[in-house]
């Protein structure tokens, strides 16, 4: 008959040599400034020499070709550099909006040259084609709009009247209306300005080591743990 083993709920110590050998952790922080401080002055310089001369404030019919490769660049290149940096601040409504606004920024450049080289011909009249690219940049920014909600009011302001813009935009290029064109354009220089103000709210927040200008955070913003210099989570503020 077997004889019954005790049950110990101590598991055996391993030979010495057996044993995990466990170093401490290093972490290494590594704080940036908010991705959206460049982000909303690239949006907000291209957006409004374009939207001006939408708006009929300035140009002709050709002065696109020559606003193009401050549009891909400042608003393009820089805005969407400013996206990709925000997935490093773990801000998913400016990595979402500043992607997505940078990649339609060096399209529009693209586009523009294409036009100039004669490899493309400019629709005159209704631009079909282009009225279905505002309509995926309005979509998607209805949806950054709400997104804002949840962290100020200044910046809800920059994305609805950019997406209402979009939303013209849409309509006035499908059907070639040219007064809708200028309407969409007063939205977009209106947007272009809050953007504006955004970003320097958020620089001068930044030097001055305090908010200056106010941009209307919620109360869910206002009560995030502020992050101290050697402690916490690596990066920015989520929200900037």
């Known amino acids: 008959m077997a004889t019954a083993v005790p049950f110990s709920p101590v598991p055996p110590v391993p030979p010495r040599e057996m044993r995990e050998v466990?170093?401490?952790?290093?972490?290494?922080?590594?704080?940036?400034?908010?991705?959206?401080?460049l982000g909303l002055y690239g949006?907000?310089?291209?957006?409004?020499?374009?939207?001006?001369?939408?708006?009929g404030w300035f140009g002709g019919?050709?002065?696109?070709?020559?606003?193009a490769p401050f549009a891909a660049l400042f608003g393009g290149v820089a805005q969407f550099s400013a996206g990709m940096w925000g997935f490093k601040a773990r801000d998913g409504v400016a990595t979402a909006m500043h992607g997505m606004w940078g990649a339609f920024w060096i399209a529009f450049g693209?586009?523009?040259?294409?036009?100039?080289?004669g490899s493309l011909v400019e629709p005159v009249g209704a631009f079909p084609a282009m009225g279905y690219w505002f309509i995926v940049l309005g979509a998607i920014t209805w949806m950054g709009m709400i997104g804002a909600m949840a962290?100020?009011?200044?910046?809800?302001?920059?994305?609805?009247?950019?997406?209402?813009?979009?939303?013209?935009?849409?309509?006035?290029?499908?059907?070639?209306m040219h007064a809708l064109i200028v309407l969409a354009g007063y939205f977009f220089i209106i947007s272009a300005i809050l953007a504006w103000?955004?970003?320097?709210?958020?620089?001068?927040?930044?030097?001055?080591?305090?908010?200056?200008?106010?941009?209307?955070?919620?109360?869910?913003?206002?009560?995030?743990?502020?992050?101290?210099?050697?402690?916490?989570?690596?990066?920015?503020?989520?929200?900037?």
Do not use: C
């Open 22 to 37: 466990v170093t401490p952790s290093q972490i290494y922080l590594q704080p940036i400034a908010a991705p959206s401080i």
């Open 43 to 55: 949006f907000a310089g291209a957006t409004f020499m374009v939207a001006a001369n939408m708006a």
């Open 61 to 67: 019919a050709r002065t696109d070709l020559y606003l």
């Open 110 to 117: 693209l586009l523009q040259l294409a036009f100039l080289h």
């Open 151 to 176: 962290e100020n009011s200044a910046l809800t302001l920059v994305l609805g009247f950019l997406a209402a813009g979009s939303t013209t935009a849409a309509v006035a290029y499908l059907i070639g």
């Open 197 to 240: 103000y955004v970003a320097s709210a958020l620089m001068l927040e930044s030097a001055f080591k305090r908010p200056v200008w106010a941009v209307g955070k919620t109360k869910r913003a206002r009560m995030e743990p502020q992050l101290v210099p050697g402690s916490g989570e690596p990066g920015v503020i989520h929200g900037q």
